[in-house]
């Protein structure tokens, strides 16, 4: 019997190599008052750029351009929000990473409400957001967060008391995203590497999660067997335009699927971590993969009825493993994940810079919601520490 489940709104989504040239035209859907959110360098030192600036200049569009570096903090929106609010753009566009899309989010969500952007986080704040919001454009330059087809921008505090959490509605999903393969190609190894494994923590924390349903996990292995065929091609090869075009499909689909299912452990450690340290998001999830999943598969095959969930790592194994059947299938795509972590060179906790007496911190304020199994936290402490080289 097919499950009860829900499915969220989705943005228009527009696909493809070249789409950029379509964007001119979209803005027009909402007026000619433009805020654009760019990252530093990501967009706009390449050849669409100057393409799309001649064209909005031709069209006669007004653009304002914010420049975002890092992941956004509730003072960066703050500031944002202060200054446009006095004269409101008809559209809010960003063009860039997860973070650079997430403040185009928070700032298209908090310019037609009173009030610090603290007030409205969970967890942090008291009050409601009422779902009103500038129309938002979502345009990725990167492979991996799917925040352009999702309802919650992540805003992020580093120190003592620092955290990350979300801003969340379901009016806050894009009215737009635009997804051309072509703006990733300048994405570099590094951040390819971080990205392509948020992506792939994605889907595979989705496909797990128990709150996954049919829809979710068809979306899910689609999504997983492009990125088998496209991380390793695109990490090595960053002008491959077919690599980087499956990529951005599995991004794409890893947004929609963390929307509709939930994510797991992984994420509780990456949203732990992140309110503490000014570490990239996806070096996080890439470097905690293989152990978190091995620590999660040991735990199941420990616990009466799991086998349900057992059955979806061995479908995973068949995707990655090329139709091992072994009877270790499951523990041959835990290597796989340890092997992946080595070959593109993802760093450690101490290489990131994380000291050794937060692990427990971190331990104790990570949360396992929607992971298949509950850790304990000794089982938190343990992946923290395989992973602390």
């Known amino acids: 019997m097919t499950k009860h489940f829900q499915f969220g709104r989705l943005p228009l989504i527009v696909f493809g190599e070249r789409t950029i040239s379509q964007l001119p035209g979209l803005i027009k859907r909402y007026g000619k008052e433009v805020l654009l959110v760019t990252g530093r360098s990501s967009f706009g030192n390449s050849s669409s750029a100057v393409k799309f600036y001649e064209a909005v200049k031709s069209e006669n569009i007004d653009i304002n351009k914010l420049v975002i570096q890092g992941e956004p903090s509730d003072s960066i929106i703050d500031e944002a929000v202060a200054v446009y609010r006095v004269n409101p753009p008809r559209v809010v566009v960003a063009i860039g990473g997860g973070s650079v899309m997430d403040a185009g989010k928070a700032i298209s969500a908090m310019i037609p409400v009173q009030g610090k952007i603290i007030d409205f986080l969970e967890g942090t704040g008291t009050r409601d957001h009422p779902g009103i919001k500038i129309p938002f454009i979502a345009i990725p330059t990167t492979s991996g967060t799917g925040s352009e087809a999702t ?6 505090r580093v120190g003592k008391n620092g955290f990350k959490k979300s801003l969340r509605h379901d009016n ?5 995203a635009l997804i051309d393969p072509e703006l990733t190609i300048s994405c570099p190894q590094n951040i390819t590497a971080a990205s392509g ?20 996990n068809a979306l899910a292995l689609e999504g997983l067997k492009a990125l088998k065929l496209s991380l390793i091609n695109a990490y090595i090869d960053g002008n491959d335009i077919e690599a980087r075009a499956g990529m951005s499909f599995a991004a794409l689909t890893s947004g929609i699927c963390l929307a509709n299912a939930g994510l797991g452990v992984i994420h509780g450690f990456a949203s732990s971590i992140g309110g503490l340290y000014n570490i990239p998001h996806g070096v996080v999830c890439g470097t905690l993969m293989a152990v978190s999943n091995e620590i999660t598969v040991k735990r199941l095959r420990e616990i009466y009825g799991s086998e349900p969930f057992l059955s979806k790592y061995s479908v995973l194994a068949r995707i990655f493993l090329e139709g091992n059947d072994s009877r270790n299938e499951i523990d041959s795509f835990i290597e796989y994940l340890h092997g992946l972590t080595e070959k593109l060179h993802l760093p450690g906790l101490k290489t990131a810079g994380i000291n050794e007496n937060d692990l427990k911190k971190i331990a104790s304020a990570t949360d396992c919601k929607n992971n298949p199994v509950k850790l304990t936290t000794g089982d938190l402490c343990e992946i923290l520490q395989r992973r602390y080289i």
Not at 151 to 156: D, H, P, Y
Not at 197 to 216: R, W
């Open 151 to 156: 309802k919650n921008a992540v805003i992020s």
């Open 197 to 216: 494994m948020d992506c792939f923590t994605q889907l595979v924390e989705a496909y797990l999660s128990n709150k996954a349903n049919e829809y979710t």
């Open 172 to 176: 806050f999903v894009p009215d737009i």
